[in-house]
T-cell receptor
Framework: DAGVIQSPRHEVTEMGQEVTLRCKPI?????LFWYRQTMMRGLELLIY????????DSGMPEDRFSAKMPNASFSTLKIQPSEPRDSAVYFC?????????????FGDGTRLSIL | DAKTTQPTSMDCAEGRAANLPCNHS???????VYWYRQIHSQGPQYIIH???NNETNEMASLIITEDRKSSTLILPHATLRDTAVYYC?????????????FGEGTQLTVNP
């Protein structure tokens, strides 16, 4: 079975540019999560969706970050404008249902470098 | 969610059992114990989870003490590919906030 698919795997861009990260959750999963991992802060939850609806976006750093889930099989995380401090590995995860004990399954991440 | 404490690092010989401890002395009755691992340059990988009974799957066994204040993840026959950072996480599954709070984890190194 295909796992969580993220694209691109690597992104290098200059500060001020718009960055769009993409995620395809596991088919049938109805919860989707965006995490960010840095050396300083470890793994942090940015936002999660349940049935395509954003439930908790308290981890989104600031207004430059936005996330959408237009349908059950696709989500985007957008940074506009990007800054060097946004450099990190961004992970997407999905699970069968939020509010249950079902585990989250992670993609291999997007390694983002903002110059 | 309850805080967990894990050793920073551990070593294990290839083919031997790796026993990774985790303390979660403030765990609540409705909090589950989850284990994930992260191999370098990959996303976290789910291993196993449990509430109070011991659990076993194809990857590992999870032993939870009777008072639930600690647990041990057991990899019965460690291989070099099991070298990774292992995270113990406790989480209330029934709340609307389904965040996984990752701590520092344990760096397990399996030696040939």
């Amino acid at each position: 079975d295909a796992g969580v698919i993220q694209s691109p795997r690597h992104e290098v861009t200059e500060m001020g540019q718009e960055v769009t990260l993409r995620c395809k959750p596991i088919s049938g999963h109805n919860s989707l999560f965006w995490y960010r991992q840095t050396m300083m802060r470890g793994l942090e939850l940015l936002i999660y969706f349940n049935n395509n609806v954003p439930i908790d976006d308290s981890g989104m750093p600031e207004d430059r970050f936005s996330a959408k889930m237009p349908n059950a099989s696709f989500s985007t995380l957008k940074i506009q404008p990007s800054e060097p401090r946004d450099s990190a590995v961004y992970f997407c995860a999905s699970s069968l249902a939020a509010g249950s004990n079902q585990p989250q399954h992670f993609g291999d991440g997007t390694r983002l470098s903002i110059l | 969610d309850a805080k967990t404490t894990q050793p920073t690092s551990m070593d294990c010989a290839e083919g031997r059992a790796a026993n990774l401890p985790c303390n979660h002395s403030t765990i609540s009755g409705n909090e589950y114990v989850y284990w994930y691992r992260q191999i370098h340059s990959q996303g976290p990988q789910y291993i196993i989870h449990g509430l109070k009974n011991n659990e076993t799957n194809e990857m590992a066994s999870l032993i939870i003490t009777e008072d639930r204040k600690s647990s041990t993840l057991i990899l019965p026959h460690a291989t070099l590919r099991d070298t990774a950072v292992y995270y113990c996480i406790v989480r209330v599954a029934e709340t609307s906030g389904s965040r996984l709070t990752f701590g520092e984890g344990t760096q397990l190194t399996v030696n040939p």
